[in-house]
């Protein structure tokens, strides 16, 4: 603690108990004076109500002292004044005279005559005889010749203030011939009255040592004093005086309490108050001038000092001084530390001298070492000089090195020795590590030799990289390892691609012999035998095309084609797809879906090929009668989707091996579950480059299941300009002359009867083109070909085909370039090109808006599947517009502006069945009123926005509502335009729908006509 909080301390410490002493003596002193005070005061006021008690007595006295010298009442008791009764105690002379109760008793203290009165009613009152014989049984009432009896005495019906009198002739000598004797109740109004008059509350309450009520320590106490009195505080705010008066007996008969406020007590709790705050306030003035003189006098100087020595210390420099003003033992002691730093720094000179030449010379023998060397303090362990080697070897400055512990970089050979020490001062050589700047461990071969420099002890460490040496070594191991595990792999490969690739290319060549040899003559035996054919084909076709996308996915150039597409809709087709396998089986496939998740961010193909693959491998080890569970739920900003089935489950040691390609848990020979063990290596790596995970739960022989995660919305994604790939201008294609000898026969077939649309097959291979015509024909479609880009841009204009079936990978013009010309050349843009090719990247198929992608070989289902759709959609040429208004009139109105003009109008009166149409028929326009009841326009704009079916359908709002700009800045985001009722007329409306259909994106294009863009 320094000196400044010391002295604080010790000041605050005296003062604190200075303080509480003379606060203590100052409280005695007054609390024992105001104390005195207040005991006064309560003994005068006990005293005051005692006095207006026996006031009151002495009246009732001196009232029973008149009638008692009255000759009339002397010749009453003598039965001699007849008239006495009615004309003397009638009840309101009783009354005022503030006595209850009147009684004649005669010389032989016989009662002659007794009258009551109820002094607040003033009407006459019987006497009760218990009263009576009381007052008879009192012998002291009766005692007096001479003189008058007055007090109290506790009656049978409560206390009494009580006056008896002789009754003599007049006032002077004669005969007494009886006792007259007033009473009154000491009821509440006497007592009330006393308290008016000397304005002090008073209780009164009978004297009963036995009585619960009244303590009996307060009796005690009471009687035990000389003066009769017991005083009690009894809290803050009140006191109470109490003391016990005596009836005629002498004995104690009643206890009197007078309550009273503490003004004095509290007038000395002021004064107390103020006495502290004056002794309070002193001592801190007090304390503030000595600490204000302490300071200017020791204590800011000894702060000065130790400020001057701490900044020497923190600077090392010994050429500082210290500088103290004053006279005094401070001043001296500021002279010796300025003599001691002045010696200081002569030696250090010296020194540091002697230190630079020896350094120097150590330098110079240091930098001629070729391998990294340490001077290491031997006492301190603390490096204190690296040459170059050990800097480069280390890899940082010599600065971050010298100042450092030695362990810091070679650790030492035994916990908590070091090595030089362990040997004894020794010269120690032996293989080590060091940890150079980035953590690494290098392995070294160090030496270490004691010496002696400047009379002190170091170590000279020297050591040599040995990194090169073992990393070398580890190199050859390491490709050694390399070379034996890819050499496993590749036989691993081998084998199972072996075995995947003869079984149905030994089927096909099988069967195709027999067939072609003429073996076979039975019809069913031929169709048995070819379905085989086509069965392992596409068995066949279906392996490589996994093995292809595996290795695109290995070589980084796996093309995603992520859009926002239904959750549930893709899944219904995934479902279609294997319920037939689940059905063999007797496998019951259940799904769970989440009401929230309706649309998510991927690959819609990669998707149906995750989750087919997922519900394939279920239904595969899933026993009959078995059960799959699939869910679909939202996990914050992801959907999560779950296959679980009940089969055979995977145990711990297979998890491993799950997802690597080419590798099945039922790998022996005698295997019961067919497969490539390519599906699930797909599955993740699908999974993953959408930005999804993966993870399977499994038990062996309960059931697996696997789930995985991908995003509802786009993470960061967008569309690579796949433009760039086309962004060259294409060469502008000449005029092909009639005059073309080269030309191919490209004309439909001469032979053909057939009426049905017609197709042209754009495709340089004569075998394909060949399969695609017989294809075609069979299915009642009229065919032309064309076996290069410049045929097929001619044959195109010239024919107007229905469609265009086109191969890419053509030798001069590829078919990316034709496609093209067809899409920017007004006669050809809208005619339906569906590209079937060897290759799958269809990113520029969706720039240039074909309708769909096959891989050859294309499978006939999918091909006229497609066409199919294109005659549906062709036969689609009348424009259906949805009128939505709640008043029928405006309805009838529109739709006579449209009829004219041939379009089908969708008639609708309210909110929910403008919903319902909508959802139903698909409606190319939108006409919608804001204002109706229960559903509003902007309720219907919500919902349709909210569904993929209907987010596309364009929206042209009429309203009479005025709409403020918080209404037109929601509307404009969703709506075509915006017209008011009453301010259109039949051309303006027509213009509208008009600029809708020419603005309308091409349907045949794959996104947005919502159809799948590779197949």
């Known amino acids: 603690m ?11 410490v005296t003062f ?64 001699e004044n007849e008239g006495y009764i009615n004309e003397t105690l009638f009840p309101s002379i009783l009354a005022n005279l503030g006595t209850n109760m009147m009684l004649f008793y005669d010389s032989s203290n016989k009662l002659y005559y007794a009258t009551g009165v ?53 006032s002077g000598d004669g005969p007494t011939v009886g006792t007259i004797i007033f009473a009154r109740y000491l009821d509440t109004a006497v007592i009330e009255e006393l308290e008016e008059q000397t304005q002090l509350s008073l209780d009164i309450q009978k004297f009963n040592e036995k009585s619960a009520s009244v303590d009996p320590e307060k009796l005690s106490s009471i009687l035990g004093e000389n003066n009769n009195l017991y005083i009690n505080p009894q809290n803050e705010t009140s006191i109470v005086g109490t003391t016990v008066l005596s009836d005629v007996n002498g004995n104690p008969v009643l206890i009197l309490d007078v309550d009273m406020e503490r003004n004095t007590y509290q007038q000395g709790r002021s004064t107390l108050k103020y006495v502290f705050a004056v002794i309070l306030i002193m001592g801190i003035l007090c304390g503030i001038v000595l600490m204000i003189l302490l300071d200017r006098l020791l204590l800011d100087r000894l702060s000065f000092l130790s400020k001057n020595l701490t900044d020497i210390t923190k600077k090392g420099s010994l050429s500082s001084r210290v500088d103290m ?54 006492e301190t362990q603390i490096i204190t000089d690296v040459n170059p080697t050990a800097t480069e070897i280390i890899g940082l400055p010599k600065e971050n090195i010298v100042g450092s512990a030695y362990s810091d970089f070679i650790p030492p050979l035994k916990k908590g020795v070091d090595a030089f020490l362990y040997q004894g001062m020794t010269i120690n050589k032996c293989e080590s590590i060091l940890i150079n700047a980035d953590g690494k461990e290098i392995p070294i071969f160090r030496s270490v030799v004691p010496v002696h420099l400047f009379d002190k002890m170091y170590f000279v460490e020297s050591f040599v990289d040995m990194a090169r040496i073992k990393e070398a070594e580890e190199a050859l191991i390491d490709a050694k390892i390399t070379a034996e595990a890819a050499n496993r792999a590749k036989s691993d490969f081998l084998a199972t691609m072996s075995h995947e690739l003869r079984t149905p290319l030994n089927s096909i060549i099988g069967f195709s012999d027999m067939i072609l040899d003429g073996a076979v003559v039975d019809p069913d035996k031929q169709k048995k035998y070819v379905g085989n054919i086509s069965a392992s084909g596409k068995h066949l076709l279906s392996l490589i095309n996994n093995i292809l996308d595996l290795s695109k996915i290995e070589a980084g150039k796996m093309d995603m084609h992520c859009e926002l597409f239904g959750v549930y809709t893709t899944i219904d087709e995934v479902k279609q797809l294997v319920s037939p396998l689940a059905d063999k089986k007797g496998i019951k496939i259940e799904f769970i879906k989440d009401e929230s998740l309706e649309i998510i961010y991927a690959d819609r193909l990669r998707f149906k090929q995750i989750l087919f693959n997922l519900v394939s491998n279920a239904i595969k080890f899933t026993h009959p009668g078995g059960k799959i569970t699939i869910s679909a739920t939202k996990a914050l900003d992801k959907a999560r989707f779950s296959v679980e089935d009940t089969g055979i489950g995977i145990s711990e040691e297979d998890k491993s091996k799950l997802f690597q390609p080419f590798v099945q848990l039922d790998s022996a020979t005698t295997r019961k579950h067919e497969g490539t063990g390519l599906g699930l290596s797909l599955v993740k790596r699908f999974v993953e480059i959408q930005n999804g995970s993966i993870w399977v739960e499994s038990e062996l022989g309960k059931g697996t299941k696997f789930t995985f995660e991908l995003p509802l919305r786009p993470i960061s994604e967008e569309r690579t300009a796949i433009e760039q790939e086309i962004s060259a201008p294409a ?37 394909s083109r060949e399969l695609l015509e017989v294809t075609l024909r069979d299915e009642g479609y009229r065919v032309a070909s064309a076996k290069n880009g410049k045929e097929a841009l ?10 265009i079936i086109l191969d890419i990978m053509m030798p001069g013009m590829d078919g990316w370039e034709v496609l093209k010309h067809l899409k920017d050349n007004k006669q050809t843009h809208n005619i339906p090109v569906i590209i079937a090719s060897v290759i799958e990247k269809s990113e520029l198929g969706v720039i240039w808006r074909s309708v769909e992608h096959f891989v050859k070989p294309v499978q006939k289902e999918r091909l006229f599947a497609a066409l ?98 918080t209404d037109m800045s929601s509307l404009n985001e969703n709506v075509f335009s915006i017209m008011h009722k009453g301010m259109f007329n039949r051309e303006k409306l027509l213009n509208f729908i008009k600029n809708i259909e020419s603005s309308k994106p091409d349907k045949d294009h794959p996104v947005n006509s919502r159809k799948e863009a590779c197949v």
């Open 731 to 767: 060469e502008t294609i000449q005029q092909v002359t009639k005059t073309n000898t080269q030309r191919s026969q490209t004309l439909e077939h001469a032979s053909s009867k057939v009426d049905g649309p017609l197709i042209l097959v754009v495709e340089d291979d004569t075998l």
């Open 2 to 12: 320094k000196i400044r909080n010391k002295t604080m301390l010790l000041l605050g």
């Open 16 to 79: 604190i108990i200075l303080f509480a002493f003379l606060f203590l003596a100052t409280e005695q002193i007054v609390e024992i004076s105001f104390s005195r005070l207040e005991e006064n005061e309560v003994s005068t006021n006990v005293a005051r109500a005692s006095n207006a008690l026996d006031a009151k007595i002495q009246k009732l006295g001196s009232n029973a002292y008149d009638y008692g010298v009255w000759a009339d009442t002397f010749y009453f008791v003598q039965g």
């Open 794 to 803: 001619e044959l195109a204009g010239k024919m107007k085909p229905f469609a």
């Open 868 to 965: 199919e759709r294109f005659k549906d959609e062709s036969s689609k040429a009348v424009l259906s517009v949805l009128v939505v208004d709640d008043e029928r009139n405006a309805v009838e109105l529109i739709a006579s502006m449209l009829a004219e003009e041939g379009i089908n109008v969708l008639p609708a009166y309210g909110g929910q069945e403008a919903i319902d149409i909508a959802f139903e028929q698909h409606p190319d326009v939108i006409l919608l009123d804001l204002m109706m009841p229960e559903i509003s326009g902007f309720d219907v704009i919500t919902a349709l926005k909210a569904s993929t079916e209907t987010i596309d359908i364009p929206i042209i709002i009429c309203t009479a509502k005025d709409l403020d700009p």
């Open 325 to 378: 003003d004053g006279d005094d033992e401070l001043k001296d002691l500021a002279n010796n530390i300025n003599y001691m730093l002045e010696s200081l720094e002569n030696n250090e000179l010296e020194f540091q001298q002697a230190e630079n030449e020896n350094k120097k010379r150590m330098e110079t023998v240091l930098s001629s070492i070729i391998c990294g060397t340490l001077l290491i303090d031997a």
């Open 118 to 170: 109820d002094i607040e009613s003033g009407e006459e009152k019987n006497i009760s005889s218990s009263i009576l014989d009381h007052f008879s049984t009192n012998a002291i009432l009766f005692s007096h010749s001479e003189k008058q009896i007055t007090g109290i005495i506790n009656s049978p019906e409560g206390l009494l203030l009580i006056a008896s009198n002789p009754i003599k002739k007049n």
